[in-house]
């Protein structure tokens, strides 16, 4: 996500920055050494939940941007109910994004260095280690000066932590870094390693910290419609807020919010009423939903489960999902309710969550801790609601997916130029989350014992139909929605390894050995389908994550002769999109070729094989020209060969380019030119006829 883009909405979530709450860390002595030092070194503010960390934050921020010797800055606000921004490489990429926009010439110099080859490996495994790589080379530039890099809530960085501190202290000597974080002692072990580190303790400064909470509560009394026109509640609720705050932000911002909602005359019973700390105050929004009655109680336990339960802040149409499946056989409950009946019963669970633009959210990661650790068992079971999510995701991707959701008409279409859909009018809304997440789901949900296995993990049962029937619906809905790669791959991985792991479980002896013999033979067709899964979308990484539509086209037509994808799709798939032309590679040991179909009537048209000019085909990356008159295949020894198919002879040869190495071909529409482009690089362009090189380009 754009760093930027993700203060404003936490400026939307928690109000507008009061310079008095936050305009006494400018007077701090260790902060103002921290910032106006000539030296790198970290400085790290921690405190517990709710103390205004965030805030305060953002406050730097807007102050430090103003000034003009610090545009060299970057920030990152880390949130571990967000997927996207709770990884070590997500706050890499955040603050290389952040250099990047102040700075875009630097861009060039990345792509030198790197050219193309980091494009695929930044969806992979090693992500992190090429990410911090680019930013030590952004860092290091030495037009670069005094660089600062901001990062929020260090504690909720959940993926690859450790390695993040590490590179923190890595870089402490030439970046200078402001960091926030509750106090754990993982985050104090890493950073004692930078001599350059100064510290400060929120509860250390209680003084400016309750100056700051009585301006604060000042602002947000003044907003409180029952309390206008009336000075001496207003100053008696000053008095109250300010003796049981202890210094929480948030929880100032709780009471406040429930305060909109009082009455005049209740005002002092639910100011007397509310406790002092942060888990009494969510233990009270709790019990109060208990008083609900019998369907007040099942809508707060229904939507906090899943709310808690999901990977991300699920939009209303994704979490309308969730519920009417979960009521599907209730006889207490519609399962068709609409967007502003799930709006209102999101807001009966009290002010633990909030809605902003039509996405549910935590108040705060403190408020998700508190219902997982202290209130799961007399709310929901957490591996229970993972299953059912699972369950509902299949459901609704079975239901909603079709071919072509967009309906687009040239299967040449890029991925930019696909016409941008808001939330009312994209298919894809209300299953965005079930695309993404549905196997995560199913591997948390596989471990609840309710598990139903002869439900799901056998052939031909519920989830070995979704995927015969929807796995291409499935993949083109990740393209569209930009997240095909690495979100894909990933996935079908994690199937693969559950039915393995369904199908070796158990003691190693006959009894056992046995079950797992029945296993293996009753996941056989589920298991050649992932596995085969997996494959076809490693190979077709490059065409269908930029071309959707070539999932239909060039990812069929590719596609060996007798696999599962094949066999299972081509027939639905030219019924549905038309003929193409057909290519097919089959490796055997006594003959390996091409083959090439007629879209038109289905008859084979050419084999091309060793005597035809074939070479090596286990690395022969084939591609047509626009008119489908000629085929060009090239390999990583940069060797190239063109084939006219009126005839299946071939026209043109080309044997290499040195250290070069051919990265990928194109043909001119005519087409009467070869263009070529490499590791380096480099652009070359042939003549077909001459064989002729044209131009190159470094």
């Not at 809508?299 to 009521?327: D, G, M, Q, Y």
Request: hydrophobic share 35%; net charge negative; glycine share 4%.
């Amino acid at each position: 996500t754009d760093p930027a883009h993700d203060k404003n909405r936490i400026l939307l979530l928690k109000g507008p920055l009061l310079w008095d709450a936050f305009n006494w860390i400018f007077g701090h002595q260790e902060f103002n050494k921290w910032r106006y030092t000539k030296e790198s070194g970290v400085f790290w503010i921690k405190g517990d939940p709710g103390k205004g960390k965030t805030m305060l934050l953002c406050g730097i921020i807007e102050d430090l941007d103003q000034s003009p010797q610090n545009a060299n800055l970057s920030y990152f606000f880390c949130q571990a109910t967000d997927y996207r921004i709770n990884t070590a490489s997500a706050v890499v990429g955040g603050l290389i994004k952040s250099l990047l926009k102040r700075h875009p010439t630097l861009l060039s110099r990345i792509r030198e260095k790197y050219a193309d080859e980091v494009q695929d490996e930044l969806d992979g495994t090693n992500a992190l280690v090429i990410l911090c790589d680019i930013f030590e080379t952004i860092t290091n530039d030495p037009d670069l000066k005094d660089i600062i890099c901001v990062v929020d809530a260090l504690d909720e960085c959940i993926t690859d932590c450790k390695y993040l501190l590490d590179f923190i202290v890595k870089t402490s000597g030439h970046v200078k870094w402001l960091l926030s974080s509750r106090n754990e002692k993982d985050i104090e072990k890493g950073l004692d390693q930078i001599p350059q580190r100064l510290v400060l303790e929120l509860k250390d400064n209680a003084e400016k910290i309750s100056t700051s909470i009585e301006a604060y509560i000042r602002h947000h009394i003044q907003e409180i419609k029952a309390l206008k026109h009336d000075e001496e509640l207003q100053v008696k609720t000053l008095d109250i807020l300010s003796s049981k705050a202890q210094g929480t932000f948030l929880w100032v911002a709780l009471v406040v919010e429930q305060l909109h909602d009082t009455d005049r005359w209740d005002i002092e019973n639910v100011l007397e009423e509310v406790p002092k700390d942060l888990e009494s105050f969510y233990g009270l929004i709790l019990d109060r939903t208990e008083r609900l009655g019998a369907r007040g109680q099942e809508v707060c336990r229904v939507i906090l489960s899943i709310i808690a339960t999901a990977k991300r802040p699920l939009h209303l149409e994704e979490l309308l999902i969730f519920t009417n499946s979960h009521w599907k056989n209730s006889s207490h409950f519609k399962n068709t309710y609409q967007l502003q009946d799930i709006q209102d019963m999101t807001k009966t669970c009290g002010s633990i969550l909030s809605i902003r633009e039509d996405t549910v959210y935590f108040i705060h990661q403190s408020a998700k801790d508190y219902v997982m650790e202290n209130a799961a068992q007399r709310i929901f079971p957490i591996l229970h609601q993972h299953y059912k999510m699972f369950e509902a995701s299949l459901d609704a991707m079975s239901k909603i997916l079709e071919y072509n959701m967009y309906c687009l008409e040239d299967p040449a279409i890029h991925i930019d130029d696909v016409p941008h859909k808001d939330v009312g009018s994209d298919p894809v809304t209300s299953i965005r989350y079930c695309c993404v997440f549905w196997v995560e789901h199913l591997v948390s949900g596989y471990q609840f014992e309710g598990f139903d296995y002869q439900k799901y993990l056998k052939d031909d049962k519920k989830l070995h139909l979704f995927l015969k029937e929807k796995f291409l619906c499935w993949v083109e809905s990740l393209t569209l929605m930009r997240n095909f790669s690495p979100q894909a791959q990933i996935a079908l991985q994690k199937l693969k390894d559950l039915i393995d792991c369904y199908c070796c479980s158990g003691k190693n002896d006959e009894t056992v050995q046995a079950a797992q013999l029945q296993r293996n033979i009753e996941t056989y067709g589920l298991r050649h389908f992932v596995y085969d899964a997996y494959r076809f979308v490693r190979n077709s990484i490059e065409s269908v994550a930029h071309w959707p539509l070539q999932l239909y086209f060039s990812a069929i037509s590719f596609e060996q002769h007798n696999t599962t994808i094949r066999n299972v799709f081509e027939q639905t798939v030219r019924k549905r999109f038309g003929p193409s032309p057909i290519l097919t590679i089959e490796t055997q040991s006594y003959n390996d070729c091409i083959k090439i179909w007629s879209g038109d009537d289905g008859q084979l048209v050419h084999i091309l094989n060793e005597e035809s000019g074939l070479f090596d085909i286990d690395d022969c990356l084939p591609t047509f020209s626009p008119d489908s008159k000629l085929l060009a295949c090239f390999n990583y020894s940069s060797k190239i060969r063109i084939w006219r198919l009126t005839t299946g002879k071939p026209i043109f040869l080309f044997k290499g380019t040195g250290r070069r190495k051919i990265s990928s071909i194109a043909l001119s529409n005519d087409p009467k030119c070869l263009i070529a482009g490499t590791s380096n690089s480099e652009i070359c362009i042939w003549r077909i006829d001459s064989g002729q090189l044209i131009y190159r380009y470094d």
